[in-house]
Nanobody, 124 residues
Framework: QVQLVESGGGVVQAGTSLRLSCEGS????????VGWFRQAPGKEREYVGG????????YYADSVKGRFAISRDNAKKMVYLQMNTLESEDTAVYYC?????????????????WGQGTQVTVSS
């Protein structure tokens, strides 16, 4: 069993940065790939990116590539989403999700565990 808790959301101005954290629990967390998703009002949940359980393989959606960075620290059971040069279009609730596999996946249905989400609002 894995539990996930996101933190770090808030209200920021466009062009600034924010770092989200995803704290995992459970003895097998380090063997779970983690994905970050977001959902804006009235829109479907969108894949932001993901990281393999080793941290060696990281993928990003085209919309955030070059601006966002995902990393993890398995010793601390933490996964991070560093968001730079934020845009108003990045406003959404951000979720981390975990799946018991090496690689992350862009499809939200592939994930077994979800956090409660954290709101990110970017004002222009």
């Amino acid at each position: 069993q894995v539990q996930l808790v996101e933190s770090g959301g808030g209200v920021v101005q466009a062009g600034t940065s924010l770092r989200l954290s995803c704290e995992g629990s459970g003895r097998t967390f380090s063997h779970h790939a983690v994905g970050w998703f977001r959902q804006a009002p009235g829109k479907e949940r969108e894949y932001v990116g993901g990281i393999s359980w080793s941290g060696s393989d990281v993928y990003y959606a085209d919309s955030v590539k070059g601006r966002f960075a995902i990393s993890r620290d398995n010793a601390k059971k933490m996964v991070y989403l560093q968001m730079n040069t934020l845009e108003s279009e990045d406003t959404a609730v951000y979720y981390c999700a975990a799946k018991y596999a090496y690689s992350s996946d862009a499809y939200y249905s592939k994930y077994d565990y979800w956090g409660q989400g954290t709101q990110v609002t970017v004002s222009s």
